[in-house]
């Protein structure tokens, strides 16, 4: 959905790519990039009549619950009937290596089924999950996204974006908005850069402290 409204707006997007170098375009001007071409999601299926109940339409947000599990999930969209809901966590993977096969099911998983009975009473059926998905994504070490300016010798010319640690997804309106925003005019009032900049970790190589009790967002 978001990848469509960009190239729909102009934005060109390269899949599997491997950055190898930045280099500084004296001809034409501008920043060249050189590239190389280059934990299992859970479904759940929604009972008759409950359909509209987890759509963006019925207003049903995406959400985080950070807790004992960690649970997360989004609107129905990408499989009609069927709501993502999973726990944020797996074993570290190499990219290289990745086979594409979900990975074990959680132990959790018991603990999964009774936060969504506890939530959504008997309108999801938590059986079992309609569909597993492998999903791969980069963290940081204290699973922060980092949104900054590259520096250097680069300065403001290149905006870097990434380590978005499993809920990027979630927050691709603001952090397109923060891109384009620094991209265009170098500074953005989205929020407050200081806690996704990339000196962080040179302060504290595990990066922003934080102390969640448990407690729950939602994303409207």
């Known amino acids: ?3 469509t409204l960009a190239i729909k707006h102009g934005a060109v997007l390269k899949d599997n790519m491997k950055v190898e170098e930045i280099e500084r375009e004296d001809v034409k001007g501008g920043i060249l ?13 929604i009972k008759d009549g ?9 207003g049903f947000p995406s959400f985080a619950s950070y807790g ?14 069927l709501i993502k809901i999973s726990v944020h966590g797996a074993q570290y993977c190499d990219p290289e290596r990745r086979t594409w096969a979900p990975g074990p099911v959680p132990t959790v998983l018991d603990s999964l089924k009774e936060w969504i009975r506890g939530r959504f009473g008997d309108r999801v059926d938590t059986t079992t999950p309609a569909m597993i998905q492998s999903c791969l994504y980069s963290m940081t070490p204290d699973e922060d996204f980092v949104i900054d300016f590259l520096g250097g010798e680069w300065g403001k ?12 997804f979630k927050m691709a309106l603001a952090v397109g908005r923060m891109l384009a925003d620094l991209s265009v005019s170098g500074e953005t009032k989205v929020v407050e850069l200081k806690h996704f900049e990339l000196g962080r970790f040179e302060r504290n190589p595990k990066g922003n402290t934080k102390d969640f009790g448990e407690f729950s967002i939602l994303i409207l």
């Open 68 to 81: 004992d599990p960690y649970v997360y999930g989004t609107t129905s969209l990408e499989f009609p009937g």
């Open 33 to 45: 990039v050189c590239t190389e071409n280059g934990e299992s999601v859970f479904y759940w299926t």
């Open 157 to 168: 010319e290149v905006v870097v974006a990434g380590g978005f640690s499993g809920h990027g």
């Open 1 to 3: 959905m978001f990848q």
């Open 50 to 58: 409950h359909d509209g109940d987890f759509t963006i339409g019925g």
